[in-house]
């Protein structure tokens, strides 16, 4: 199961209302593993950067100025993702933007029903408390050393990291992998002798097939390669 884990940042909220994405960031995960495999790319936005925004992310007009614009990466993007499963968080916002921007290139929009919100899962698994990417690192002990100012891909690598701790990650460990300290009881459970079989089972082989198998090893003559470690010791057998 491929999925896209994916954030964006933009110049500012509104989707529709003169804002525009500057960076996409998507990490690929297949059955809920990091493959390595990234995508990302900064955007020219083709307008200036609000003070607000850049305090957040820390691109400026300047840097975004010779970087290719969204018309120009795409169908790169949309190939990244292909039809799998996006992974994001306040799906609204990020989704919101990438179908503002394909409709302005008369795209097709991405359906909302490949999209799972992870802000959505936090709310039904911790009701009540923070959810912001920031809370959510914090409670599943995430080092966030690194989120100095908000960035695509870092970001889009977090929320991985959250991702697998909402579904159960490392709060579920596999029994007999950690020592067990507690004075709890444990369950133990005997090993117990295998017990023959009152009754031997009947050989799968007809008659007739051990005959065939045996006249075709006679038929591969003395000169059969296997012949040499029929015989053989044990050590010349094994290798050691």
């Known amino acids: 199961m491929r999925e896209i884990v994916l954030d964006t ?18 990490v690929e995960m297949v059955n809920r593993i990091l493959t390595g495999t990234v995508f990302h790319v900064y955007i020219n936005p083709e307008r200036d950067m609000p003070v607000e925004a850049f305090n957040v992310h820390g691109l400026s007009a300047e840097f975004l100025s010779d970087k290719p614009k969204f018309k120009d990466v795409a169908d790169e993007f949309l190939n990244f993702i292909a039809e799998d499963t996006l992974v994001i968080h306040n799906a609204a916002f990020d989704i919101g ?8 290139l008369g795209r097709p929009a991405i359906a909302r029903d490949r999209v799972v ?13 923070g ?25 889009a690598e977090l929320l991985a990291e959250v ?31 295998a017990h023959p ?7 799968r ?11 075709f090893v006679a038929g591969m003559g003395e000169k059969a ?7 053989a010791p044990p050590a010349e057998k094994t290798g050691s």
């Open 9 to 26: 940042e933009t110049t500012g909220l509104e989707a529709y209302g003169g804002d525009r994405l500057v960076e996409i960031g998507c």
């Open 97 to 104: 933007f990438l179908n503002a921007e394909l409709d302005r």
């Open 197 to 203: 079989r009152p009754v031997p089972l009947a050989p």
């Open 163 to 193: 991702y697998g701790e909402l579904l159960g990650g490392k709060q579920a460990s596999l029994i007999g992998l950690v020592e067990d300290t507690s004075e709890a009881p444990r369950l133990v459970v005997a090993a117990r002798a």
């Open 131 to 155: 959810n912001r990417l920031d809370d959510l690192m914090n409670r599943y002990g995430i080092d966030s050393s690194r989120r100095v100012k908000h960035g695509a891909l870092l970001d």
């Open 117 to 129: 919100d992870t802000l959505a899962l936090a709310r039904r698994k911790h009701p009540g408390g």
């Open 205 to 215: 082989l007809t008659a007739a097939e051990a005959e065939a198998h045996a006249a």
């Open 225 to 231: 390669l296997w012949l040499k470690y029929a015989d």
